[in-house]
């Protein structure tokens, strides 16, 4: 399922490729995947591309926008008219310039929702979406983790609490964090909030530079494949030696996904006098 650094790398890919595009005309293929009015963004600009956590927003000038999530095999690809439609192609963008952004789910957990303007998408959407994983504070995070009892792994995994992360990237910050995905929220302390938010800015940097990481469907919006599979430290890697001390790494459902982690240098004792 596209993260934060696949959905910015897709929003990046649509910024570059359509941004200041006139839309001539929206066409859907299959209604139940959209919510809305997409018509309404015809004969309008698009004036920017935004992405809060996992979602994005193509706005246009005269306002109405559309709000898309891409699920778990979602794509937006900017292509000429002419290239054939991919099978499972569901909302078409026709731009001006003759190429067309594509919105494709074959699984269809994703879905567009359009909207009048930003504040019915705030209002709506947005408002209670935790602050965005690049963007959060270390006092914000520590006041969100100590409100709730929920394991350390429950807790970062919910788009409510700070927007922007699964499976891929918590488990990664918690390793490069040195934290255990078991430790409750609420026990997690001023410093190790700080250490979680030092190391979750330059991990989220990194996988975006790296185009995001590709496991299943996931590609850009050039149709691309991301490279930050090739950098995971411990994600999908369960019985294999950690990467840092060599112990065998744990692997449990937490939350209903497969968490990986090392019990021997993210156990909660090994963090106490770390520091930053
Ligand atoms: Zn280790």
Known sequence: MPELPEVETVRRGVEAAALGQVIQAVRVKRRDVVQGRPQAMAGHRLSAALRHGKQLALVTDAG???????????????????TPRAKHTHLVWVLANGQELRFRDPRRFGGVACFADRQALHKVRWHALGPDATTITPADLHRRLNATRRVLKAALLDQNLVAGLGNIYVDELLFAARLSPLMPGCA???????????????????????????????????????????????YGRGGLPCPRCGQDLSAMAIAQRTSVWCGGCQSVDTTQELGD
């Open 64 to 82: 109405p926008l559309a709000c898309v999530h891409l699920g778990m095999s979602g794509s937006l690809c900017v292509e000429p008219a002419s």
């Open 188 to 234: 997690v302390d001023r410093s190790q909030a700080k250490r979680l938010v030092a190391r979750m800015r330059p991990l989220l940097a990194r996988a975006v530079k790296a185009g995001g990481s590709s496991l299943r469907d996931y590609v850009g919006a050039d149709g691309a494949s991301g490279a930050f599979q090739n950098n995971h430290q411990v």
